[in-house]
């Protein structure tokens, strides 16, 4: 059984950098063919894709994110990191980290961690 866990801080102040991981348990982030997600909700909004990190380590984002976006991994933790720039208010929400597979579904996701940008 595959578990992902987020884990950051819940506050951080405008302008600076949001940072989270997701340790996944169960399975290696290195195994053929999965995409390993971050994926948000604000408040009141549906789910928004940020981006992934694949089996590889090759990365790809959301085109509205992707100059404020690194998805990056350590294989030796199992981990996978998001780190968004610039954060404004508009970026609070529920972050969660999920599996993608070869077929476009997500079969494991993490509880959700909440991210609140304010001073």
């Known amino acids: 059984q595959v578990q992902l866990q987020e884990s950051g801080p819940g506050l951080v102040k405008p302008s600076q950098t949001l940072s989270l991981t997701c340790t996944v348990s169960g399975g290696s982030i290195t195994t053929n063919y999965y995409y390993w997600s971050w994926i948000r909700q604000p408040p009141g909004k549906g789910l928004e894709w940020i981006g992934y990190?694949?089996?590889?380590?090759?990365?790809y984002y959301s085109p509205s994110l992707k100059s404020r976006t690194s998805i990056s991994r350590d294989t030796a933790k199992n981990q996978f990191t998001l780190q968004l720039s610039s954060v404004t208010p508009e970026d609070t929400a529920v972050y969660y980290c999920?599996?993608?597979?070869?077929?476009?579904?997500?079969?494991?996701w993490g509880q959700g961690t909440q991210v609140t940008v304010s001073s």
């Open positions: 990190i694949d089996y590889s380590g090759s990365t």
């Open positions: 999920a599996r993608e597979t070869m077929t476009d579904e997500y079969d494991y």
